[in-house]
């Protein structure tokens, strides 16, 4: 795990949770080590926290942009720092050419990330990015390593945009349902 110091203690309390094989530093060293690097930055200061990382830590690796633009200035629900012509994740993949951004996780709460079995029923995950190797790879780790059964790839980053514009309205169900222990599943003839 990465965070701006490597004397962050939150970072340190979850090391200590998660046994021998974690570990945290600095934002750049994490990268480095890493063979994904997820960014789970909120919005407003992913940009920053990847400029911290550096250019060179990000380097050919997958970038999973897990964060989105939201801008809680006038209350709740939020609205989107950048949408409809731009994404966040287009912004990080313009500013981090040599990275592999893939979009996901965007969509849903943490647990049904790593769990999608919380659910009683398959739900559908919505990636995208630029690079289709990229995107194959974190497909193999979405299905063998969490679980994943439904993974829909929207294509280019680009995508991105209507992934980040779909925040609002889950926000607008976590109010509602007041729980966020749900998820989208698309239904399509076939």
């Known amino acids: 795990m990465g965070s701006r110091n490597s004397a962050n203690e939150k970072a340190a309390e979850w ?3 998660n046994g ?3 570990s945290h530093d600095v934002f750049s060293e994490a990268a480095s080590f890493g063979e994904m690097v997820f960014n789970c930055i909120k919005g407003e ?11 060179e830590a990000l380097a050919g690796k997958i970038l999973v942009d ?7 200035s006038r209350g709740i629900p939020p609205s989107l720092l950048v949408c409809n012509t731009e994404s966040l994740g287009e912004q990080i993949q313009e500013q981090f050419p040599n990275a592999k951004v893939v979009k996901a996780f965007n969509t849903l709460t943490a647990e049904l ?3 999608p079995g919380n659910l009683p029923e ?14 194959d790879r974190f497909t193999t780790f979405l299905t063998n390593e969490l679980g994943w059964k439904s993974i829909i790839d929207l294509g280019g980053i680009a995508s991105a945009r209507g992934m980040e514009m779909i925040l609002p309205l ?6 509602n349902f007041q729980s966020a222990n749900f ?3 698309i239904v399509r003839q076939t």
């Open 183 to 185: 998820n989208f599943k």
């Open 170 to 175: 889950w926000i607008n169900l976590y109010m």
């Open 15 to 17: 090391v200590s949770r």
């Open 66 to 72: 897990v964060s989105n633009p939201l801008d809680f």
């Open 113 to 115: 990330m790593v769990n």
């Open 45 to 55: 200061g992913a940009m920053a926290a990847l400029e911290m990382t550096g250019s």
């Open 20 to 22: 021998e094989r974690a």
């Open 122 to 135: 398959d739900h559908d995950l919505f990636i995208c990015g630029n690079d289709k190797a990229a995107k």
